[in-house]
């Protein structure tokens, strides 16, 4: 991203998806980069709240993408994973096509979404931000030159029995 990290650190860890990738292999011309995090504690965590914030551009906007993500299938016959940062190939929520759309499945197994109400462009930078606690969930987005604002929220009961708020 063009913005230093919010922290003022330098920004070291970018990842470089989508055509031409360097030291990942493209397996998708383009638009079906992977990075896991396979046998490291994040997979086992119990978060009793988090915060995801990340930056993101994409080269095309086209088809159903995900940006970031937790991988499983963990409610029975669903398709929804614990966790998927997407840019949806329709018009849901609202009738805005392209936008980026945050579902999750909370430490109860329910599922839930946020949505920015904007639709994601081709060649410009996003900074998202996704905050999760026992009772409230936001979807905050930051310009390329201004502060962060709120786009979506949900209230409720997140916490599972074991105080995780993501299944």
Request: glycine share 14%; charged share 15%.
């Amino acid at each position: 991203s063009p913005l230093p990290l919010r922290s003022g650190l330098p920004n070291t860890l970018s990842l470089d998806f989508g055509p031409n990738p360097t030291g990942f292999t493209d397996d998708g011309g383009g638009q079906n980069d992977d990075n896991y995090t396979a046998g490291v504690p994040i997979q086992t965590y119990l978060f009793n709240s988090i915060t995801i914030e990340l930056a993101f551009n994409m080269n095309a906007v086209g088809g159903w993408q995900a940006v970031f993500g937790k991988d499983g299938k963990p409610i029975g016959d669903s398709p929804v994973p614990p966790l998927k940062f997407l840019i949806r190939d329709d018009a849901f929520p609202d009738d805005v096509p392209n936008q980026l759309f945050i579902e999750w499945i909370d430490g109860n197994s329910v599922i839930h979404n946020l949505a920015t109400g904007e639709t994601v462009v081709a060649g410009e930078w996003n900074h998202v931000a996704f905050t999760l606690s026992a009772t409230d969930a936001q979807l905050w987005v930051a310009g390329e030159t201004g502060g962060y604002v709120l786009k979506d929220s949900l209230t409720g009961t997140f916490e599972g029995p074991g105080g995780d708020v993501l299944f």
